[in-house]
């Protein structure tokens, strides 16, 4: 019977602490506690059949591929680069926008332990804090992210 080390040899499974964004070499960039949508996924197509005997049969075959939204969340900080980045877009200069970049995910010592780059992304949505007089937590912004690939790398 397999053991646990036979299974997972040497590595536990990591933990997400928190995620550096790096967008254009540096010109957005900044720590997050929350990503999402980071991956890809096949559209699934099905395909009916006749087998043996008149038997209908549906086959699954992958179609287009399509790319997540990737969705950040952190604190707001004074930083304006994301705001700046996303005015572009509103501006109506999506070419310009369009920038090369990776998530970083780093342990609770600081170190890195998996990287995404992705490819001609563009910010479609950002969003303050919600702001209420009374409440004394952490205004979180949010960024959304779309592009046209992204792969893990480490």
Do not use: C
Request: proline content about 4%.
């Amino acid at each position: 019977m397999p053991t646990a080390k036979d299974v997972m040899p040497g590595s536990d499974p990591l933990v997400s602490f928190n995620f550096f964004l790096d967008v254009g070499g540096g010109t957005i960039k900044g720590f997050f506690t929350e990503a999402s949508g980071i991956g890809s996924e096949s559209e699934v197509i099905d395909h009916k059949v006749m087998g043996e005997a008149g038997k209908e049969l549906t086959r699954k075959i992958p179609g287009r591929l399509k790319w997540g939204d990737i969705t950040l969340k952190r604190g707001i900080t004074a930083s304006m680069d994301m705001w700046d980045w996303r005015k572009q877009v509103e501006d109506g200069n999506v070419q310009a926008a369009r920038m090369e970049g990776s998530i970083i995910m780093y342990d609770q010592e600081g170190t890195e332990v998996a990287r995404w780059n992705f490819e001609r992304a563009w910010p479609s949505k950002i969003s303050g804090p919600s702001i209420k007089s009374d409440d004394n937590s952490v205004g979180i912004e949010e960024l959304t992210i779309v592009h046209e690939y992204i792969v893990r790398v480490k």
